[in-house]
């Protein structure tokens, strides 16, 4: 791992917080809190978190959302499962979760249980939906793009289409975040806790709010974005000639001056068709392909170094994988290091914020599953032999599944394969 100074922010330090969860809502949840300082212990079941396995688009699941957290695995299940839990939710300022409704009263953690045993606990609770007739449905990212109106707007008519990325579960996490310290600043004053809730149909019922009040405004309905009428003349994905896709945002009639000026179109700018945004709007019709054409007479970079020079907004069409060479992110700060749970090195994006000019960095490892479990039953007063039969019950795992109670292991001492739990809840 990087130095990471004593001066880095940790507005949060001393706080704890006992994190439930799986997959990205719940743990983006937790990483907020993490970066910003607190003390988060990820609870993972004995054969550790599904979500680390996964293939395909949820491969980058685990990394993307679960640093600075410590891991203890146990089995909730079992008496003393529960116990220990109880013990850990004592010495909690806040407890996540973000299974299925219902199941955090199964196992007997509901808030209304683990408010009488630590009244100031703030306890989030992450779901598909808020109280209300669909409360019961299970619910995943693409699941309430599809009925929050987010699918209809970003593909053609006629074909829904998730937006790239889990942007509902992200957002949820970030919610759910900032009502924890809502709930945490209130308690300053009347030292209790509460619960707080957040969800995912919700969250994209916000992002499509604009396209409601588009409507409430016109009457008209929205059109999908690919078909819709846009807001600025010019707005668009241009090819150049070396075939590179470049975009261009010319949103005022300042800068469609500018535009005319840089390619030397004179006839545009005085073109009274054309003088205001609006005119421009409705001209889109014959203007786009006229400026098509023009742009497919340079090169991508030559376009790009044009715009930038004279403050137009544009953008190379990037790939994921692109972002790790990315000049800016990689001169200000935005990638972090991270050391894996297999002990590789990689970079991932840290909080889109900086305090007192600083960015949030990643201050441990990425646990493996159990990882932390030896030194947080100590913290709770558990001695070696507890901790040992606890251990041999399988009510509890060390790292990658190690089952003795000695020194804790150094990450990649333990060996064999890491168990999974299938049939995980999907919050």
Known sequence: MPDVSAATPMPLKGIRVVEFSHMVMGPTCGMVLGDLGADVIKVEPVGGDPTRCLLGTGAGFFRAFNRNKRSLAVDVTRPEGRELILRLVSTADVLTENFKPGRMRQFGLDYATLSRLNPALVYVSLKGFLPGPYAARTALDEVVQMMAGLAYM???????????????????????????????????????????????????????????????????????????????????????????????????????????????????????????????????????????????????????????????????????????????????????????????????????????????????????????????????????GQIARLLTDAVVAGPLGDGSAGETPRRGDATGPVLREDGTDRG
């Open 154 to 384: 970003t593909g053609p008519p006629g074909q829904p289409l998730r937006a790239g990325a889990s942007v509902n579960d992200i957002m949820g996490g970030v919610f759910g975040a900032l009502a924890a310290l809502a709930a945490l600043y209130e308690r300053k004053s009347t030292g209790r806790g509460q619960e707080v809730q957040g969800a995912l149909f919700e969250n994209c019922v916000l992002l499509a709010a604009q396209h409601m009040q588009q409507f409430a405004v016109t009457g008209v309905a929205p059109d999908p974005m690919p078909a819709r009428l846009s807001a600025w003349g010019i707005y668009d994905v241009f090819t150049a000639r070396d075939g590179v896709q470049i975009f261009l945002a010319v949103v005022s009639d300042t800068q469609w001056r500018i535009f005319c000026d840089v390619f030397g179109r004179q006839d545009l700018a005085d073109d009274a068709r054309l003088a205001t945004n609006n005119d421009r709007v409705l001209a889109r019709d014959w203007l786009l392909p006229l400026l098509r054409e023009m742009m497919l007479g340079f090169d991508a970079s030559y376009l790009a170094a044009a715009f930038e020079r004279h403050g137009l907004p544009f953008a190379p069409i990037v790939t994921p994988q692109a972002l790790f060479d990315d000049p800016h992110l990689r001169a200000s700060g935005g990638l972090g290091d991270l050391v894996t749970e297999q002990g590789e090195h990689t970079q991932v994006p840290l909080l889109p914020i900086a305090m007192a000019g600083q960015r949030l960095p990643a201050r441990r490892p990425l646990p493996a599953a159990g990882e932390h479990t030896y030194e947080i039953l100590r913290d709770l007063g558990y001695l070696d």
